[in-house]
């Protein structure tokens, strides 16, 4: 792999304070080659998203802080920075996509008001010429009229127009990576697939790595090259999009597999995940995964489970995963 | 599993119509318009059937449901439960038919009142039927949390110290307790986590076979919709657009609605990835729906007269309804399993 773009090293990201903080993010590691589109999937609680609030810096305060661990973008540790370089980094070269765009965008100011601020924040450029770019990232995005566009106030917008907008305004000063969490998820599903067939396009033209976090399988398997796993805080398995749905090594990958109905083939009863998902305050000793699992063993409880090499670039945290045999 | 209409249906709706008044004017005391969320609906559930509803938000298929239920009345149509008109009911006739008909909600933390303890959030239907609180409900509601798979402990707890699935179960609970024979679950495991749905859809289908149970299943998720469902239903804009069996629809979708619906779930596996026809533009206000087939504005196929002329639905084989003018010159869509797009598979 050539030199990553993004290297998350040992994150650990704990809410609140003192001896009674829930450690929402434990031990995260990953890397994020240019150009690549990674997948972060997994459920409530999982820490998916924590671990994009971190990246970007955009933990709530004050109850957020990261604990331990590193996080290098192209080189350089975003924790170590002063916060002026990483206020100029986040907007520029690394933009972020948000699940609700009506949250994320002002509502008592204008689209174009919105836009033009995040570029001139970034590049020394006239509100004229800073104009002339929203619309044209407005046109890239496949709005109508953006010129007219321009004027409107958020509400005048469909969800997939906000979502639309959102993703211009994080593309307009060329970020070399875009973290999109849950970016389709609140929009129906035609639309999804127009956002989803757009994001792909514009990553082609604009050559940004991506990384894209989701719950959903299916848009893991439309759009991801590479896969991160996460269960209850920690990384579950990692491995290249195909392995994941071919050859899942982690138990709860191939649970979370099979749980998702398939729109291909009939299956009479879906096979489930027994229990529910831990409670972040009072995780279980040893592998979070355990209380559910149907392979765990004794053993399971001792201790977290270390990540484990199955194949070149295929990981996975569980001791009971077979070395050799398919699932 | 396809329904046969032989039996008396569960559930027949025959011309249903919803449209909400739009309020306008300085005083918005004028009535200047209306939304017509549902348009003409005609739908039957059999015995032990589940009919799958879907459609995009705003399609107005929720508002079928609570039409169903006269959750919210009807403007016009009949709904009849088994052969009785309860369009016309009053609230007290309705009261007796209401024991036989209930409803699980989307969302497990908005539907359970917080001040309830589980017993009595699940005995309150029984309660309104005039049933009195005493040691027999009490076993009654322990016996409803164990058939939903809860222990029989959680009747003194209250709703905030269960996790989002167990709060389904318990919404569950409440509405097989005056023991129903129809239920709607309204969106009822949209909320929910992937490993915590497909126990909820199993235990839903469970409790069909144990006690007989139809269901009309609303949803937006079109995979689950073909896993739970017998036949499902399209909807459009308050229109119903196709009905078929689930095989059929899922395999030999007609109306090209359901054809760019279906092309636009995500592919199962890397591997069926595929470039696809993406439906342009969005969904038209309901305050204006575009004149004759509401569809098209958005249609790749659309001609003058789907401008001008309603489409009404028409029988293409045993069971399968479209309603489209053109419906034999649609072209046939790839198969959801086929066709994997080139070269971009890993």
Known sequence: ?327 | MTAAPAPTPIITVDGLAKHFPVRGGTFLNRTTGAVRAVDDVNLTIAPGETLGLVGESGCGKSTVGRLILRLIEPTAGRILFEGTDIAGLAQRELLAVRRSMQIVFQDPYSSLNPRMMVEDIILEPLYIQGARKGPETRRQAQKLLETVGLPRSAIARYPHEFSGGQRQRIGIARAIAPQPKFIVCDEAVSALDVSIQAQIVNLLQDLQQEFGLSYLFIAHDLAVVKHISDRVAVMYLGKVVEIAPKRTLYATPRHPYTQALLASIPAPHPRLRRQRARLTGELPSALAPPPGCRFNTRCPHAQDRCRSEVPELRTLAEGHQAACHFIDQIPAPAPLGGSPRNGTAP
């Open chain 1, 1 to 327: 792999m050539a030199a990553p773009l993004l290297s998350v090293r040992n994150l650990r990201t704990v809410f609140g304070t003192g001896g009674g903080g829930i450690v929402a993010v434990d031990d995260v590691s990953f890397d994020v080659a240019p150009r690549e589109v990674v997948g972060i999937v997994g459920e409530s609680g999982s820490g998916k998203s924590v671990t994009a609030l971190s990246i970007m810096g955009l933990l709530p305060q004050p109850q957020g802080r990261i604990a331990a661990g590193a996080i290098l973008f192209e080189g350089r540790d975003l924790l170590q920075m002063p916060p002026r370089e990483r206020r100029a980094l986040r907007g520029g070269a690394m933009g972020m996509v948000f699940q609700e765009p009506m949250t994320s965008l002002n509502p008592v100011f204008t689209i174009g008001d919105q836009i033009v601020e995040t570029i001139r924040q970034h590049e020394r450029m006239g509100t004229r010429a800073a104009r002339a770019r929203a619309v044209d990232m407005l046109g890239r995005v496949g709005i109508a009229a953006p010129a007219r566009r321009l004027d409107d106030y958020p509400h005048q917008l469909s969800g997939g127009m906000r979502q639309r907008v959102m993703i211009a305004m994080a593309l307009a000063c060329s970020p070399r990576l875009l973290l999109a969490d849950e970016p389709t998820t609140a929009l129906d599903v035609t639309i999804q697939a127009q956002l989803l067939d757009l994001l792909r396009d514009l990553q082609a033209e604009f050559g940004m790595a991506i990384v894209l976090i989701t719950h959903n399988m299916g848009v893991i398997a439309e759009f991801a090259d590479r896969v991160l796993v996460m269960y209850a805080g920690r990384m579950a398995e990692e491995a290249p999009v195909g392995r994941i749905f071919d050859a899942p090594k982690h138990p709860y990958t191939i649970g979370l597999l099979a749980s998702t109905p398939d729109i291909v083939e009939d299956n009479v009863r879906l096979r489930t995940i027994p229990g529910t998902l831990p409670n972040l305050a009072d995780l279980p000793p040893g592998c979070r995964f355990a209380p559910r699992c149907t392979r765990a063993i004794e053993a399971c409880g001792a201790g977290q489970p270390p990540m484990r090499d199955f194949a070149a670039d295929h990981r996975a945290a569980c001791i009971r995963a077979d070395m050799d045999a398919a699932p």
